[in-house]
């Protein structure tokens, strides 16, 4: 069964790029006969706001987008992050951590050579915190220990069907400790990052088929990860091009001025947000 899905985040309004995802996801589910799930991704408990989750509901219908089970929402499943989490510390996968941001800023500052500062989870982590075995009711978060997790759930491959050629993505190990690092899994004031939960989520849906921007690719080696690590079926991905700004800027959800309430405020119709995106 082809099943997909929409997460956005009730953090601002939907713009045109969230146009163009739904749309590309719903009309591809339509056409296989599958599944087309919607799925809030509130994780973000300081920043969701509930009128932006009734908007996306409203924008979304508007557009002639109808979703097959009932939303889920990120925010009624802490528990299955948590259970989770606790699977990868239990297989010794994780550390806890307590440097604050400015401390990996500093203890990032003697850059080395041909290593980069940045990867798609953000600053590369400097590892200050890796073998101190820290309890984890003093500290800020818990990391997955990138050098152990990639022992264990390595070899790891995804199908990526959105680039010019179907492709198989090797999942590299030396280009994840490099690149990625020991990413955040779980904060303390958040039961889980972007990265466990979107895999939790994906797995629990039974979703076969990831249908998201582009702007996520590189995240999906973490992810694919993640799935070999917990025992989780990989989707196949399709990340789609992005809709930029007449600068070739991104959207992004501050973008008001393309967001398509307004455009519905202003008389365009559902055809014309479709024209607007290339469908
Ligand atoms: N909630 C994420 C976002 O709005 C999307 C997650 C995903 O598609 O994997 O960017």
Redesign the pocket.
């Known amino acids: 069964m082809f099943r997909t899905r929409f997460?956005?985040?009730p953090t601002g309004p939907l713009h045109l790029g969230h146009a163009y995802s739904a749309l590309l996801a719903h009309d591809t589910a339509r056409q296989k006969n599958g599944e087309f799930l919607l799925r809030i991704?509130d994780l973000d408990q300081s920043r969701a706001r509930v009128h932006w989750e009734q908007q996306i509901y409203d924008d979304l219908r508007w557009l002639g987008i109808s979703w097959d089970s009932p939303v889920r929402r990120q925010s009624e499943h802490f528990e299955d992050y948590a259970a989770a989490l606790n699977q990868l510390r239990e297989k010794n996968l994780t550390f806890e951590c307590q440097c604050s941001r400015r401390d990996i800023e500093t203890a990032a500052n003697a850059p080395q050579e041909g290593v980069p500062d940045f990867g798609p989870d953000g600053r590369i982590y400097p590892g200050t915190c890796r073998t101190l075995a820290l309890s984890s009711n003093k500290t800020t978060c818990t990391r997955l220990n990138m050098k152990a997790a990639c022992s264990t759930g390595l070899p790891a491959s995804f199908i990526e069907t959105g680039l010019d050629q179907t492709s198989s993505q090797e999942v590299n190990i030396d280009d994840l400790i490099a690149t990625v690092g020991d990413v955040v899994l779980a904060r303390r004031e958040m039961t889980a990052s972007?990265h466990l939960s979107?895999v939790i989520d994906d797995a629990a849906c039974g979703v076969s088929h990831?249908i998201?921007?582009h702007d996520?690719f590189d995240a999906t080696r973490i992810h694919v990860l993640l799935q070999s690590l917990l025992g989780l079926s990989t989707p196949e991905y399709h990340h789609h091009r992005l809709i930029r700004d007449e600068d070739g800027k991104r959207l992004a959800k501050r973008d008001d001025a393309r967001a398509i309430a307004k455009y519905r405020a202003e008389g365009a119709t559902p055809q014309d947000i479709r024209a607007m995106v290339g469908l």
């Open positions: 997460a956005p985040s991704d972007y979107v990831v998201r921007g996520l």
